[in-house]
């Protein structure tokens, strides 16, 4: 049974705003009422709780306005307990239900076609029936309607009332992060090549390449991540180790048999380390103390042959030294510049002037530049301003900009993408669908 709405009155006021860190405010006619709770969920509850009560108190049902990382709803509760979603038109001005953390919404518009006039009645000596004119066939479009069915919400607070029975659209931001997800899980003709450089040592390049890495891995990609170093790269020391020692030196020496017309697509496994939860391979560097290998370009572009064979995503980290032949090989190969940094003035900088110098090299280079992503890390909290400041002196130059922010998780040790705060994990989606939209 319909919730019957005529009865609410404009009082009392309720929001209602959940915190991503378990914590909320219900917000009744201006007075603040704090929860906090294990999970979301039952934070969820213990707010609608409190929200049923007020209804049953009244004998009415109340309005709520209620916002949390998935945006802004506008439900209806009744003294039973049945909540019914309102969309924002229709919720009255004078309701007043909007706080003022929670942005006012924008009323659907309506678009109005004309009918087209009665055509005038024929006069004498006219044909009433026009012949008609007959167009190509060529010319008609698909009589197959578009798809146009979504999902409901399974995220935030629409996603738990569908929990319990309902059927609420996504929001927005979920909406958002559908796409994201949809970019992330494209599979292109082709294996497609990411280059990951910063002239600076110390502006995330490693958390980079496995956050990434993991993003596309975990939807579904076949991805691995090379460390391009001339030296012992770091990717080794933030991922897992395998079974094995093999780096990039045994898999150029086991080329020809890893190229040839006999070789299968598990053979690549023992020189690459898998990552478990992650879903991606590692191509670790040379990890010798007292090697003395310098890899060439040529080998870079046998290294690149054959993971073009196992692999349809590359992700590639690199050193700090861009005149050297494998950190410029890697530029040649790459479809997709990233460029990461922190908010380390030395660290921008250097991101700066990798743009710089690839743009004046050549003209493919100059691409790279000027379709690059840059991505800006916390190395510690509160820099949410300064990052945002330092998003925007890159924001005219390339083709996006994105911010993470800071999480313990990445600080130190093994990067393992589930162990990330759910805002860091989204920031991350956000990054790899921007880097998508470029392949």
């Known amino acids: 049974m319909a919730i019957e709405k005529s009865l609410i009155q404009p009082e009392p006021v309720i929001s209602a705003i959940i ?27 213990a707010l609608m709780k409190r929200v049923i009560g007020e209804a049953a108190t009244l004998g009415r049902p109340v309005r709520v306005t209620s916002m949390d990382d998935s945006g802004v709803s506008y439900l209806v509760v009744s003294p039973a307990g049945e909540v019914e979603e309102e969309q924002p038109e229709a919720v009255p001005e004078d309701a007043s239900t909007i706080i003022e953390r929670i942005p006012s919404a924008t009323s659907a518009t309506t678009t109005v076609t004309k009918a087209p006039a009665t055509p005038a009645a024929p006069t004498a000596g006219t044909s009433a029936e026009a012949p008609a004119t007959r167009r190509s066939i060529r010319e008609a ?6 798809p146009s069915a979504v999902e409901p919400a399974s995220q935030g607070i ?68 090379w460390d391009n170093n001339p030296t012992t790269g770091t990717l080794g020391w933030r991922t897992e180790k395998g079974d094995h020692s093999r ?8 080329a020809d048999a890893l190229l040839s017309p006999t070789a299968q697509s598990a053979d690549i496994n023992a020189f690459v380390h898998h990552q478990s939860t992650d879903k991606y391979d590692v191509l670790r560097s040379d990890a010798d103390v007292a090697g003395t290998h310098e890899v060439t370009a040529e080998e870079v572009d ?32 790459a479809d997709q510049l990233v460029v990461p940094t922190t908010n380390e003035e030395d660290r921008v900088e250097a991101a700066l002037l990798t743009l710089q110098g690839l743009d004046l090299k050549g003209e493919r280079s100059a691409d790279l530049a000027s379709n690059a992503v840059v991505i800006v890390s916390e190395r510690q909290r509160g820099e949410a301003r300064l990052s945002q400041e330092t998003a925007e002196k890159f924001r005219p130059y390339v083709r996006d ?29 956000r990054a790899a669908a921007a880097v998508a939209r470029g392949l």
Not at 304 to 332: C, F, P, Q, T
Request: glycine fraction near 8%.
């Open 19 to 45: 915190n991503g860190d378990n914590t909320g405010v219900l917000k009744i006619n201006g007075e603040e009422h704090p929860y906090e709770a294990l999970d979301v969920n039952d934070l969820r509850q």
């Open 141 to 146: 479009s698909s009589f197959l309607a578009a």
């Open 158 to 225: 629409r996603g738990w009332l569908n929990s319990l029975g309902m059927s609420l659209a996504p929001s927005e931001e979920e909406l958002s992060e559908r796409e994201d997800i949809r970019l992330a899980s494209k599979h292109f003709a082709g294996t497609r090549t990411i280059a990951v450089a910063n002239q600076k040592g110390g502006s995330n390049k490693t958390p980079t390449v496995a956050d990434l890495a993991a993003v596309f891995g975990r939807n579904g990609g076949s991805v691995v991540a």
């Open 247 to 254: 780096s990039a030196l045994d898999v150029i020496a086991a």
């Open 302 to 333: 046998i290294l690149h042959r054959v993971l073009s064979k196992y692999y349809r995503l590359i992700l590639m980290d690199s050193g700090n030294n861009h005149r050297s032949a494998e950190w410029n090989r890697m530029i040649d190969h």
């Open 401 to 429: 900009v994105v911010v993470v922010p800071f999480d313990e998780a990445l600080k130190s040790g093994q990067i393992r993408f589930g162990a990330l705060q759910p805002a860091t994990r989204r920031a991350w989606l």
